[in-house]
């Protein structure tokens, strides 16, 4: 007869691991994210290739051995501040949302929010054009993201045209890449001079142009409790009728 042997017990005869005491986790974390602000600042300056591990050791007190202790390479360093920067903007901006339209709204104002943090610009600005080389470690990541942003983005044009908000004649995927062009290129500029434009108010003012009563949330929340009942024929110019913009402001 075979003895059959419970997790529990396997857990009273396995070897004991010595557990790291909780503040000592807290500690690894903030230094990593210590780590991952002072690359931030090393990469944005000097760009991926001329920044160097030792730099960034030494701005967060530590040595170039210590660094590799948290961050097993450079390559894996820059992964994971992409990774963090890129979980934060998908805090922002919700692709899979329904409404199209609400999904477009936040990838604008995600550029206010980038307005706020230039180093990260910055460093996205100079990582895309170093990654186009096929040998640069963020190649992939960066021809991945494009594929993404341009699905996600096409896909919240289209959920707009489904709502007969998008103006005639526009095409989603066009459109999509016209916006991350855009986007891009007003990073360049505002860079270059952060008083020559408003990231945010620029698409905003593109979106304008392509989408239907674009700034009529008030009017697109009555749609919603009337049932979406307004036909494409009571559509005024603005994209709303008079009777949604009646109920909008009772």
């Given amino acids: 007869m075979t003895e059959k042997t419970s997790a529990a017990d396997k857990a009273e005869t396995a070897p004991t691991r010595a557990r790291k005491p909780r503040g ?42 210590g660094l590799l202790h948290h961050f097993r390479s450079k390559s894996a360093l820059l992964l994971a501040l992409l990774d963090h920067r890129d979980n934060l903007s998908r805090e922002r901006v919700d692709f899979d949302v329904p409404d ?8 604008a104002e995600l550029a206010r929010f980038n307005a706020a943090q230039p180093g990260i610009v910055e460093l996205y600005t100079t990582l895309s054009a170093e990654a186009t080389a096929p040998s640069h470690p963020a190649h992939d990541y960066f021809v991945n993201r494009y594929e993404y942003v341009r699905t996600s983005v096409t896909g919240s044009f289209e959920r707009a045209a489904a709502a007969g908000r998008l103006v005639d004649g526009v095409d989603p995927g066009r459109a999509a890449v016209a916006t991350i062009a855009l986007m891009d290129g007003l990073q360049v500029q505002w860079l270059l001079d952060p008083e020559s ?46 009777e949604a913009i009646d109920a909008a402001e009772a």
């Fill in 197 to 242: 434009t408003d990231m945010a108010e620029a698409l905003h003012e593109v979106f304008r142009s392509l989408i239907r009563g674009y700034d009529l949330v008030g009017i697109e929340n009555a749609l919603d409790v009337l049932g979406g009942q307004t036909t494409g024929s009571s559509i005024a110019s603005d994209g709303a009728s008079p």
């Fill in 24 to 65: 000592e986790y807290a500690k690894s974390k903030e230094t990593r994210t210590a780590i991952l602000d002072a690359a931030l600042e090393v990469f944005a300056q000097s760009g991926y290739r001329a920044g160097s591990l030792r730099e960034v050791a030494e701005r967060v007190g530590m040595s170039e051995a």
């Fill in 100 to 107: 199209g339209v609400e999904a477009l709204r936040a990838l």
